[in-house]
């Protein structure tokens, strides 16, 4: 099997964003090293796409949602062919099912 294309949906990309500037409020070095680890959870679903669990919520899972972490955050995405795209990062305390069930199918 061979490698594949991981993207961040513009969605995930307004999350990272989020977070970070307001890690950074607090301390640069830590909002960094936060973005650095979650960019290293993304690049590792290029070779282990599968690496992640499904979630835990029934209906997000049916539509084909996996979630992996990065400290205290996790990376919803969903597989196609060979691509794995990225549809939110998001605090694992957030309620993750009801913000993943807003998301409209045709944008995943």
């Known amino acids: 099997m061979g490698k594949f294309d991981v993207a961040f949906s513009q969605q995930a990309l307004d999350d990272l964003e989020e977070i970070v500037l307001y890690?950074?409020?607090?301390?640069?070095?830590?909002?960094?090293?936060?973005?650095?680890?979650?960019?290293?959870?993304?690049?590792?679903?290029?070779?282990?796409?599968?690496?992640?669990?499904?979630?835990?919520?029934?209906k997000i899972a049916g539509r084909g949602f996996r979630m992996i972490g990065a400290g205290s955050y996790l990376l919803f995405y969903k597989i196609f062919d060979d691509k794995v795209i990225i549809l939110r990062v998001l605090h694992g305390r957030r309620d993750y099912p009801h913000l993943l069930a807003r998301i409209p199918e045709e944008d995943e």
């Open 23 to 58: 890690i950074a409020l607090d301390s640069k070095v830590h909002a960094l090293k936060l973005h650095d680890k979650i960019l290293e959870s993304a690049n590792k679903l290029s070779d282990f796409p599968m690496i992640g669990r499904a979630v835990p919520d029934e």
